[in-house]
């Protein structure tokens, strides 16, 4: 009786001719999967985009709001004038707002406010289609003050001061003749701090932007929502939503300011010490005018020993520095877990 044999099987073998044993590869399967895997990464990157952007975005929001209570800048019924430049900070501020007017316990308006000043290739069309396009009311309000600048200010000067002048005044007409209650502009944590080192290495004052005040001829307040947010996040966020910059071309252009160079110095102090810019920032919320030698502030020839123990005495001037750095660390950790 014969038995039927069955052939030898062939190994299985590789793209290349090279026999494998033990098991068999499926290429065609591993190609899909791999493709497949190619095809999905672009979507978990989009959805941990959106997962960053939305978290930045309710971190604006708390701050922003956090700004607004502490130093009562919106009240019932206001009418906000945002001045609009076309640069990230001014874009933040208004789309913060707007949320936030959303979601504010107490009704007030917004009215986006855009200061043309003529500069060469200015695009005009830019600011009134986004406005158009998120529902903003908005006034476009054409002064040269370009042309004033470059007229006065020698070339290669600083053009800060006079600009400033001139678009502040330009914006308070308008606020008079829309009926604003409020005006707001779009300084951050950032120049706050810058404002103050350049009061204190270049005017010799303790001095810097408030978050409210008054302006000079008593008719208007003004009013920086964005007092407690970084600039870098806002950078993040304009390149987030993809909001349409638009260049400044008279201090974009020029890179040796004085505020550029405090601005490098404190970027260069938050590299090396980690909560130092952070402490200073809190000092300017912190202040012991006693322990300071400004006479109109303290009349010091009233002071005499009483014998009655006195809060914050000489006790108040103890090197604290530890502690203060501790704090410092702890609100920063904070921060960045937001």
Known sequence: MSTATRPPTAPARSPQGCARSGRVTNTAADHAISTLARRALPAREAQRADFETNKLNKRLRRLVGQAIADFSMIEAGDRVMVCLSGGKDSYGMLDVLLSLQGRA???????????????????????????????????????????????????????????????????????????????????????????????????????????????????????????????????????????????????????????????????EWEKQHPGRVETIFNALGNVVTTHLLDRTLRDFAAIHATGAPVPDGDRACDDDAGGIERDAIIRVTRYADD
């Open 105 to 267: 316990p107490l009704p007030f308006e917004l009215i986006a406010v855009n200061l043309d000043q003529k500069q060469p290739g200015f695009p005009a069309d830019v600011l009134p289609r986004y406005l158009a396009s998120r529902g903003v009311p908005f006034r476009v309000e054409q002064q040269d003050t370009y042309s004033v600048v470059k007229r006065v200010i020698p070339e290669g000067r600083t053009m800060c001061s006079l600009c400033s002048r001139l678009r502040r005044g330009a914006l308070y007409r308008v606020a008079s003749e829309i009926g604003a209650t409020k005006i707001a502009l779009g300084h951050h944590r950032d120049d706050i701090l810058a404002t103050f080192f350049l009061n204190l290495f270049f005017g010799a004052k303790l001095k810097t932007m408030p978050p409210k005040l008054v302006s000079d001829d008593g008719k208007h307040v003004v009013i920086r929502p964005l007092a407690y947010v970084r600039e870098r996040d806002l950078a993040r966020y304009a390149e987030a939503m993809a909001f349409p910059i638009i260049p400044c071309n008279l201090c974009g252009a020029q890179e040796n300011l004085q505020r550029k160079q405090v601005s490098a110095m404190l970027g």
